[in-house]
């Protein structure tokens, strides 16, 4: 913190006036401030070589929460300032003023182009000509990562991006560069992101979990998570936290050692330890999992954070509640599972004696300077749940990401899995079951998803403002998860030589008529129309493209779906249709079904085979 002013205000107070946008930037002209107990502290002034930023989520590490202009080549810091503040202060033409996050991205994006031009002797913007952009532009494409990769797509455009941002915002500094990096085109553009490129059309980077490393880890975690209480029974027990405990018993590591044995426990206090750290980790992983949230949004969980309500028929939804800084939404409601529910309870508890710790930190940090900006990021961790300990400032606050993508990546590893686990992908892995649930194959998602979207509706329908407090933004995930899958699901049908089911030979009909090929631009859009145009849900045994579920093929007569007009039966359903004829032979061997019961053997046989013999399957044994 700067002291240039310390004679005049020594401990940097503000009043309780907002305040302004400074239009003329000096050495003492305010960055940041902050509240502590009531009362306005700068934190940082524009003299000083770090500014701390505002709006920051409370997932990032400390070193993420300022800009550090010391790293920046020593010539150009002055410039950089400049370009920093006018970002800060006014944002970009037509775009809202950046949050703190927003802030250091920019920072390190433009940290590159700033070096580079540092490398040429050149640390006047002024004096950036085409020939040196030309040059940087084959410099950033000809670079390779420590994999040996080229930047992707999504990277080349943050890093020419940020030179738009340079230009446009050195234009109000005592450096402007004289021209646009690229008049005749733009950061998109060189980025690959045009045309079928284009980021809106080429959707998300990131993977989808494996249904085999989902289910193994998440089976892990809930196992975890059911024992959570006897793991904290036992910490409590160690620690002597427990009634059964007197005040008086010692509690050096002899002693605890002493009352973890006549606990039952037979291990050591550090596997203790690494169990009770990887409780974390499962508890996050079924939240994580069952909610579809993002990591700051399960980083602001605090105590409490769980409360139901019930429906008119009697049903109970369980909700969880914590504050989304992706969209300013603020404060969002999810609707979480009964073991997500548990894995909060779980948190609740394991979190006491870390926020304990930050009680205590609050308090001796007010004692020893009342005005102190620490005090205020601890009060915005003291009842969260995922905390942990930073061990070089031997400081309790919550986990972040990069901390967690740590972690996952150990538990996948410990449950037997080379998966490259990180926190996002678990949103992605949640909307993709999600949109499953509406093919109809998860019936949990698909009660809970039933009543949420037709709380939507309704909802929509009355008020345009309904759903504040639902993470929407989760739902258009799911929706686009779901024509996704249409989408795969009908390009599997064009690609497969013989369909059954009504529908499917009405469609590989229509597909061998090329007259009907030639009214759509491509492949592509052929199977866009089709799986907009087109209902499609699984039901186990075939793809039903019926409005609704009422059929009873869907459950009960499943063979009906055979020569049902609504139905498509790939090659994928062909084991169940063995199996279901293999089985309905056994029963015509059984006496006591009668020539009623013979009869529907006989039939649901025939629709067996005809299904086979329209895929053209041969079974493992020959059918008879």
Request: charged letters at 25%; glycine letters at 6%.
């Amino acid at each position: 913190m700067s002291t240039n002013n310390a004679h005049e205000n020594p401990l940097g107070l503000l009043g309780s006036e907002e305040i302004p946008v400074i239009s003329a930037v000096g050495e003492n002209s305010i960055i940041s401030t902050t509240v502590v107990d009531g009362m306005g502290v700068i934190t940082s002034r524009y003299a000083d070589p770090i500014w701390y930023l505002d709006g920051i989520p409370s997932n990032k590490s400390q070193a993420l929460r300022r800009i550090d202009f010391r790293t920046m080549p020593e010539p150009m810091q002055s410039v950089v300032k400049e370009v920093m503040h006018r970002y800060m202060k006014r944002g970009r033409a037509g775009l809202p003023r950046p949050k703190g996050g927003s802030v250091r991205s920019l920072f390190d994006r433009s940290k590159r182009f700033f070096e580079y031009l540092h490398a040429l002797g050149m640390n006047d913007l002024t004096k950036v000509t085409p020939i040196v952009i030309s040059n940087y532009i084959a410099n950033v494409r000809s670079h390779r990562t420590a994999r040996g990769t080229p930047f992707t797509p999504g990277s080349l455009f943050q890093i020419f991006v940020s030179v738009e941002a340079v230009y446009e915002l050195s234009q109000f500094t005592s450096s402007p560069m004289p021209q646009h990096p690229w008049p005749e085109t733009s950061a998109s553009s060189m980025s690959g992101f045009t045309g079928d490129g284009s980021r809106h059309r080429v959707g998300g980077t990131t993977p989808i979990i494996p249904d085999d490393v989902f289910c193994r880890v998440f089976e892990r975690a809930h196992s975890m998570v059911e024992q959570g209480r006897r793991i904290l029974d036992l910490r409590d027990i160690r620690d002597g936290k427990t009634i059964s405990v007197s005040s008086n018993a010692p509690n050096h590591s002899k002693a605890k050692v002493a009352r973890l044995r006549a606990a039952g426990w037979n291990h050591s206090q550090v596997e203790l330890n690494r169990r009770i750290n990887e409780l974390r980790t499962a508890c996050y992983i079924v939240v994580a999992s069952t909610s579809g949230c993002r990591n700051h949004e399960l980083a602001n969980l605090q105590s409490g954070a769980c409360h139901r309500t019930r429906s008119n028929d009697g049903d109970i939804y369980h909700w969880m509640r914590s504050k989304s800084e992706k969209t300013s939404a603020g404060i969002i409601e999810w609707m979480i599972p009964d073991i997500a529910v548990s894995a909060l309870r779980i948190m609740e508890r394991w979190a006491t004696p870390y926020q304990a710790a930050i009680a205590k930190e609050i308090s001796k940090r007010r004692t020893s300077n009342p005005l102190d900006p620490a005090i205020t990021e601890a009060i915005k961790h003291r009842y969260s749940l995922f905390l942990g300990n930073y061990f070089k400032k031997d400081e309790v606050r919550t986990l972040s990401l990069r901390t967690w993508n740590s972690e996952l990546k150990r538990f996948a590893k410990d449950s037997g899995t080379n998966w490259n686990l990180t926190s996002h992908q678990f949103r992605r892995k949640f909307a993709n079951y999600a949109a499953h649930s509406k093919f109809g194959d998860l019936r949990y998602l698909r009660d809970h998803f039933a009543h949420w979207s037709m709380d939507m509706t309704i909802g929509y329908a009355m008020d345009e403002n309904w759903g504040a407090h639902l993470d929407l933004d989760l739902y258009t995930e799911i929706e686009r998860e779901y024509g996704i899958t249409k989408d795969h699901t009908v390009n599997t049908w064009t690609q497969e030589d013989n369909l059954s089911g009504g529908y499917g030979q009405a469609f590989k009909k229509w597909q061998r008529d090329p007259e009907n090929l030639i009214i759509f631009k491509s492949h592509k859009a052929m199977i866009a129309s089709i799986s907009e145009s087109t209902s499609i849900r699984s039901n186990g045994h075939a793809w039903c493209t019926a409005d609704n579920d009422s059929c009873i093929g869907n459950s009960l007569e499943k063979t009906r779906c055979g020569n049902c007009d609504h139905s498509v039966i790939g090659r994928e359903f062909s084991p169940i249709y063995e199996s279901l004829h293999s089985n309905l032979e056994e029963l015509l061997d059984l006496p006591d079904i009668g020539e009623v019961g013979r009869a529907r053997v006989a039939r649901d046989l025939a629709r067996c085979q005809n299904v086979l013999s329209q895929l053209e399957y041969e079974p493992q044994e020959n059918l008879q």
